[in-house]
């Protein structure tokens, strides 16, 4: 009785110790990064932090990993300029040249982003892309271009910088514990649901 009393109670402790390292890496687990390499193009997709993730594609660019970038989203007002637009001008600001960029001005989610870029990658015969978006995003946005693309096309992902959360510590304040929790749904939905 004694003995398995003490075996119940390792059990426990075990799954307690388990619980508690899956809570810890859950930020991990959200922001896969992959080991850079030379690709096709360099993808960024708007959404979050939009100038840190457009920082960050032409960051690879002006670094040689890829001789063109994709940006991609629409407007969040009709009557301005797309995101994969503003986020053009910034890049040509920052000497890209013009001709290295494409445009998919139609993306409003990620599974749209995903759709429009599967489209030019197609068209323009890329078959390698490193992936930018922010850390948190990194899993959904993996999870989707993956399916859609299929397996011929190779994704690295590379996240953006984020000011408000990191993988390391993402339970550290309100907000990241919130969009941690969010962004875990939506994986969870984009994994059961995802088509």
């Known amino acids: ?22 809570f810890f890496s859950l ?7 992959g080991t850079l390499a ?4 360099i993808v ?18 002006n670094d040689g990993w890829a001789k063109h ?3 991609s ?31 998919d001005e139609d993306a409003s989610n990620t599974r749209q982003n995903a759709t429009g870029v599967a489209s030019i ?12 978006t922010s850390p948190y995003h990194q899993r959904r946005a993996d999870i989707t271009f993956r399916r859609t693309l299929g397996p011929s096309v190779t994704i690295i992902n590379h996240s953006s910088y984020d000011q408000a959360w990191r993988r390391s510590n993402w339970w550290a304040t309100t907000y990241s514990r919130n969009l941690t929790m969010s962004e875990l ?11």
């Open 44 to 61: 960024a997709i708007s959404g979050g932090d939009t100038t840190a993730r457009t920082a960050e594609a032409v960051k690879l660019y």
């Open 73 to 103: 989203g629409a407007a969040l007002d009709p009557n301005s300029p797309s995101n994969a637009q503003t986020m053009a001008r910034a890049a040509e600001k920052q000497g890209v040249p013009a001709s290295a960029i494409e445009l």
């Open 185 to 195: 749904q939506k994986v969870i939905y984009e994994l059961v649901a995802g088509k």
């Open 121 to 132: 990658m197609a068209r323009e015969h890329f078959a390698s892309m490193i992936l930018v």
């Open 1 to 22: 009785m004694k003995h398995a009393a003490i075996a119940v109670g390792i059990f426990i402790l075990l799954i307690a110790v388990a619980a508690v390292a899956a």
């Open 38 to 41: 030379k690709a096709d193009t």
């Open 69 to 71: 970038i994709i940006f």
């Open 27 to 33: 930020g991990f687990y959200l922001s896969p990064q």
